[in-house]
């Protein structure tokens, strides 16, 4: 049974949940989003599995979950990114935010969610019970995608993106 941390708005822990309930209760947990670029600018997406139990087939962010109880978030992201896309890359934390958002069958999301941002250049071997396809796209594909088909995106990934741009601009431009 896979727990998450509750945290408080200063993400400072309060305690542990099962990870279902603390979705179904909407309470604040912590969370990491990893957004990889390829030398060409260009963010790595991933489209979550069609299994997976929230936002199946939506695309979304290289890679996102929680840490485990006791586990650094440096350690989670590195766990996670191998897990999820077969990928070793050095990241570094960008900044975070909270956001909060229903989801169907009764789910929301309420996350403190701290967002990890690399470059990646090597091969991408996802695992296909956690990714469905990935690709390749700009900034600015992304963002025309966004606007024209939101739908196909999971709600964190909507909140995240703009931030993620203007911190990528700022810093590898």
Known sequence: MEQVILVDTNDSEVGVMEK???????????AFSVFLFNKQGKMLLQQRAFSKYHSP???TNTCCSHPRPGESL?????????????????VTKAFDFI?????PNELSEHEFDHVYIGQYDGDVTPNPLEV?????QSIEEVKSNLETYPDK???WFQI???KVAQWYESNFN
């Open 160 to 162: 995240a993106f703009p």
């Open 74 to 90: 440096d350690h989670a992201v590195t766990r996670r990114l191998q897990e999820e896309m077969g990928i070793e890359a050095t």
């Open 20 to 30: 279902m309930e603390a979705h179904k209760q909407a309470l604040l947990h912590r």
């Open 132 to 136: 469905g396809n990935f690709v390749y």
């Open 99 to 103: 956001y909060k958002a229903a989801l």
């Open 153 to 155: 995106y999971t709600v």
């Open 57 to 59: 087939g939506l695309w």
